[in-house]
């Protein structure tokens, strides 16, 4: 299952205008007359079509990325006594990954988070250029 991220939507965002420039040079190609100047324009659309696919591309690995979940799990000690543990989940093929990534007492969520995505980075085989 894809989360919606923040990534994912500048994705799609971006195949849309990719799906316009296509459709503007299939308009092109169907027109006759000035030819000169409808193969500079066919040119140009092409290579806004191809910088956007680039992008696109570029992209996808760090949607990937941003598409997993930290959580809380709380473990009984004694009686009347618990400790709290951060604890990342995300699917890679059809499974779900849960990974331990420490004590709610010697990091926030924000550390949680950070450690969550170079796990995962690590596991996809992706670098980051933090």
């Known amino acids: 299952m894809v989360h919606r991220t923040p990534t994912r939507d500048k994705i799609k965002q971006l195949m849309a205008k990719a799906r316009e420039l296509d459709n503007a040079l299939m ?23 191809n910088r956007i696919l680039a992008e696109v591309s570029a992209l996808k690995p760090l949607a990937r990325l941003e598409d997993l979940n930290i959580f809380k799990v709380k473990k009984y000690v004694r009686k009347k006594e618990f400790h709290f543990y951060w604890f990342a989940a995300w699917t890679m093929g059809n499974k779900t990954r849960n990974v331990y990534l420490g004590s709610c007492i010697k990091m926030d969520a924000e550390m949680a988070l950070q450690k969550a995505r170079n796990l995962k980075a690590k596991a996809l085989g992706i670098t980051l250029a933090d």
């Open 27 to 49: 308009r092109i190609s169907h027109q006759h007359g000035a030819a000169l100047r409808q193969e500079s324009r066919q040119k140009q659309l092409e290579d806004d079509k």
